[in-house]
């Protein structure tokens, strides 16, 4: 019986790429069974496109300060995708909040890393949220992406104790460590399926 084709993976970002480099790193090393096909950002000089470029992965930008409306926005994002044969988005700082109609386009295979172990403290500075409700452990979570922001079928989590000295800073730091642990083992197990 022949091998299955690799999915291909397009990967959307808004600024330095870090969870994006993580995803390259473990396609490239074999720990991911998926290609990366493109990578995309929202902001033309977001310091991940050199990233990807000098990896001699394909970039686009698709300026939303440009594309507008958010829908003709998301239809060039998905047109950039489609052109690379994506069978499988990531965001990774991918800072747009996406349309029903990219989501049904992709519907089950966009995944999405947040900082917080979701359900709880979604959306931006979940970081600070967790510091100022006074948890005691925080973390991350890999998730499917749906119509509502930080939802969405959990694949993966990552706990982080909450230090009593953390500040945000601190706290995001140690979180970033397990995204870039987490992400690519949750990509893996898509690509699998």
Do not use: W
């Amino acid at each position: 019986m022949p091998d299955r084709p690799r999915p291909k993976v397009g990967i959307l970002i808004s600024g330095r790429g870090s969870n994006m480099t993580a995803l390259l790193a473990a396609m490239k090393d074999g720990r991911v069974a998926a290609d990366p096909a493109v990578v995309v950002s929202n902001v033309p000089d977001a310091p991940g496109l050199k990233i990807a470029s000098d990896a001699g992965i394909p970039t686009a930008v698709v300026d939303h300060r440009l594309v507008k409306p958010r829908g003709a926005h998301d239809r060039a994002v998905l047109d950039v995708l489609r052109g690379r044969g994506v069978g499988i988005v990531c965001l990774a700082g991918y800072m747009r909040f996406l349309t029903p109609a990219f989501i049904d386009a992709y519907r089950g295979r966009i995944l999405n890393v947040h900082p917080s172990l979701l359900p709880a403290f979604p959306g931006l500075d979940a970081q600070r949220q967790a510091l100022e409700h006074g948890a005691k452990v925080s973390g991350c979570t890999v998730h499917l992406v749906d119509e509502t922001l930080d939802h969405g079928p959990i694949l993966l989590q990552s706990a982080v104790p909450v230090l009593p000295d953390d500040t945000v800073e601190s706290l995001s730091a140690r979180i970033l460590e397990q995204e870039h642990k987490l992400y690519p083992q949750a990509l893996a197990l898509l690509a699998s399926r």
